[in-house]
């Protein structure tokens, strides 16, 4: 059973810089692909960006491309994303997710761990 923590979380202005972490325990994290969500009030969970287990292939949804970056220290068992450029419709509560196989990575439904979550707000 992994456990994941998220932490970085907060309020920015827009154009600022936020890097989220995830702390994972309980299990060999280098065995996880790992994900980021983000859900804003009244909206479904989105898909941010995810990187496979050795960090060797990231993917991101479009609307965060050169902005965002995702990255993992497998010896410290943490997973980061780097938010520049932050823009208001950002404004979400982000959540890191583990997953044993990499296919179907957009959806929620196949990850296995999550991470409770931290509030980024992004203001004008």
């Known amino acids: 059973q992994v456990q994941l923590v998220e932490t970085g979380g907060g309020l920015v202005q827009a154009g600022g810089s936020l890097r989220l972490s995830c702390a994972a325990s309980g299990g060999t994290f280098s065995n996880y692909n790992m994900g980021w969500f983000r859900q804003a009030p009244g909206k479904e969970r989105q898909f941010v960006a995810a990187?496979?287990?050795?960090?060797?292939?990231?993917v991101y949804v479009d609307s965060v491309k050169g902005r965002f970056t995702t990255s993992r220290d497998n010896d410290k068992n943490t997973g980061y994303l780097q938010m520049s450029n932050l823009k208001p419709e950002d404004t979400a509560i982000y959540s890191c997710a583990a997953k044993r196989l990499w296919g179907a990575i957009g959806s929620p439904s196949t990850y296995n761990f999550w991470g409770q979550g931290t509030q980024v707000t992004v203001s004008l």
């Open positions: 990187m496979t287990r050795d960090g060797e292939i990231t």
